[in-house]
């Protein structure tokens, strides 16, 4: 394979949303409204969505809150399926889409991680031979035998993003999660995603760190109004996005 | 468990009084276990996509298998319970035979039916938050409407046809014939139970398709 080879690629991609169009809730509103309005409303996220990323690369994708960012995150993991539009990816996705996703309270940590591997499609083999390496990199000591209730948030965040980040991925989408735990563990995870970046995998990064977006990547993509408007290095895009912010 | 037994017990001081059949208690506990797997697994089903709107959210994982295994785990729970039950029904006078081969396949079809009934009920849960509401007030109705805490032929002869618009009538007799009567079920009441797993798996499969593209922004 070749560096330049294309991992990830968009073209023409819309992705709606299933809205109902008054907000029904209850059945009850609906059949007291029935034939006024239609079911569901289609209303379109994303529009027109181009993107080729390349293999190795990293982008930050950079936006206001509510711009499509995790959505199209969403999309590119399988979550969602485009309305219109072709994605090809060549390569096996990790999504770091929601920290404590799939966590059971009542099970300790231990039975957590067998449980999130089993999720994310690991078989029983491979979260054995990860096992230490995660309890390890979470920093957990003893308190990976507790019950998951008794962890605080920031304990939660170690545990799954551990779990998240151990097996070596191809394709990483982190979606704002990296902000998690004390500055520590905060540093680990930044260095543990550059070293995931340094084994040769893509990476797709959101944050609302302009900073720590710019120290990660080298290109970005600026989402704004339901389209990607910029494309290109992050050092150009990036008086472009702080400017949203000016008015 | 303790659900179906403070029931039975009820409905051994109450009703024993006016059901005149030969052994009231096994009648009653060999149709209510199976009640409460049928009316308590279908809600499992039905709120599970709601229940699993985080992992639905940012794991890649098929709608379809929160149902699924929603369903599996209740026919795990079940098999489970069923070890004491088996022992209480000894007690009431159950004899093992042949019969109870047929359970097996029984099972299978009450279980696509409940997949069925929860998918599409579980779909529409999404949309609507009070379907969810609707069935917990709607399922004790149906109790007393399938033949469980009395037989068919208390009813009088002209109304007794009612029980028959009933869908859960004939999954319950058909427990009853293996359990209570020691028979194979009644073919015309399995076949009409097969009838409805597929309809209604059908429905639930259909429902769930055409809409699960809303259930991202809906959840």
């Not at chain 1, 097996?167 to 990296?178: A, G, H, S, T, Y």
Request: net charge neutral; proline share 3%.
């Amino acid at each position: 394979m070749t560096q330049s080879e294309s991992i990830i690629q968009l073209k023409g991609v819309d992705i709606c949303f299933y809205v109902q169009e008054n907000g029904f809730i209850s059945l009850k509103d609906f059949v007291l409204n029935i034939g006024k309005y239609s079911f569901l409303k289609k209303q379109f996220v994303l529009q027109n969505i181009n993107l080729d990323i390349k293999k190795g690369e990293s982008i930050a994708l950079l936006g206001k809150n509510g711009s499509g960012k995790s959505t199209l995150l969403r999309t590119l993991s399988g979550i969602i399926e485009p309305e219109k539009g072709q994605i090809n990816i060549h390569g096996k996705v990790a999504p770091l889409l929601g920290l404590g996703v799939g966590l059971e309270h009542e099970l300790s940590g231990i039975e957590n991680i067998k449980l999130s591997c089993a999720l994310m499609g690991m078989t029983q083999y491979e979260t054995k031979q990860l096992m230490p390496e995660i309890i390890e990199f979470s920093e957990l000591g003893d308190a990976i035998h507790w019950q998951v209730k008794r962890y605080s948030t920031g304990m939660m965040s170690r545990l799954s993003f551990s779990i998240a980040i151990m097996k070596q991925p191809e394709i990483l989408l982190i979606d704002e999660v990296l902000s998690v735990g004390d500055i520590g563990f905060q540093h680990k995870c930044l260095k543990k995603v550059s070293d995931i970046k340094e084994a040769g995998a893509t990476i797709i990064f959101v944050s609302h760190n302009f900073a720590e977006a710019q120290n990660m990547c080298s290109k970005a993509a600026l989402v704004n109004n339901g389209t990607i408007t910029h494309y290109g290095d992050i050092n150009e895009i990036g008086p472009i996005y702080h400017q949203l912010f000016e008015n | 468990m303790l659900n179906p037994l403070l029931f039975l017990l009820i409905l051994l001081l109450v009703f024993s009084k006016i059901n005149h059949i030969e052994n009231f208690g096994l009648y009653a506990l060999s149709g209510l276990v199976f009640w409460n797997f049928i009316s308590s697994s279908i809600l499992q089903v039905l709120t599970s996509f709601i229940d699993n709107a985080s992992i639905l959210k940012s794991i890649n994982l098929h709608p379809f298998s929160f149902p699924l295994s929603a369903i599996v785990a209740a026919l795990i729970n079940l098999a489970l319970t069923l070890v004491p039950f088996f022992i209480l029904m000894f007690f009431l006078g159950y004899q093992l035979n042949f019969s109870l081969l047929a359970v097996i396949p029984l099972l299978l079809i009450t279980a696509i039916f409940i997949l069925g009934v929860g998918m599409a009920l579980g779909t529409l849960n999404v949309f609507f938050r009070d379907i969810q509401l609707l069935w917990t007030t709607i399922i004790p109705a149906f109790f007393y409407f399938t033949p469980i805490a009395y037989t068919p032929d208390l009813l009088p002869e002209s109304t007794r046809y009612l029980l028959k618009l009933n869908p859960f009538y004939y999954f319950i007799e058909s427990y009853h014939d293996i359990f209570y009567r020691s028979v194979v079920p009644n073919s015309f009441n399995l076949m009409v139970c097969t009838l409805l797993a597929l309809f209604s798996f059908l429905l639930g499969y259909t429902l769930f398709k055409k809409y699960r593209k809303g259930f991202i922004s809906n959840i």
